[in-house]
């Protein structure tokens, strides 16, 4: 069955770097839209990032910049760079399917405090 499972997350200093991962199993990857998105503590899911499978990526704007989304075909993989971390980027990130997300994971938490 489809299996989306994070990691990478924890505890980092503002201005420090993190890399999200994403293993995917159970559909057809390499073939198949993925994004990243996120849920701060009291409010929405707020879209990250969508990578096609011709590696074409997409921000929202104030992600541009410091995140960057990226995949790896043969592990069935996407990760998400996190650079420069702020106290903001505090939240539960969450890989899914397509842009909707249709289909998503548990989630890796993110705390970015000194």
């Known amino acids: 069955q489809l299996q989306i499972v994070e990691s990478g997350g924890g505890l980092a200093q503002p201005g420090g770097s993190l890399r999200l991962s994403c293993a995917a199993s159970g559909f057809t990857f390499s073939s198949s839209t993925m994004s990243w998105a996120r849920q701060a503590p009291g409010k929405g899911l707020e879209w990250v990032s969508t990578?096609?499978?011709?590696?074409?990526?997409y921000y929202a704007d104030s992600m541009k910049g410091r995140f960057t989304i990226s995949r790896d075909n043969t592990k069935n993989t996407v990760y998400l760079q996190i650079n420069s971390l702020k106290p903001e980027d505090t939240a539960v990130y969450y890989c899914g399917t397509n842009r909707n997300m249709k289909y998503r994971g548990q989630g890796t938490q993110v705390t970015v405090s000194s």
């Open positions: 990578i096609y499978s011709d590696s074409m990526s």
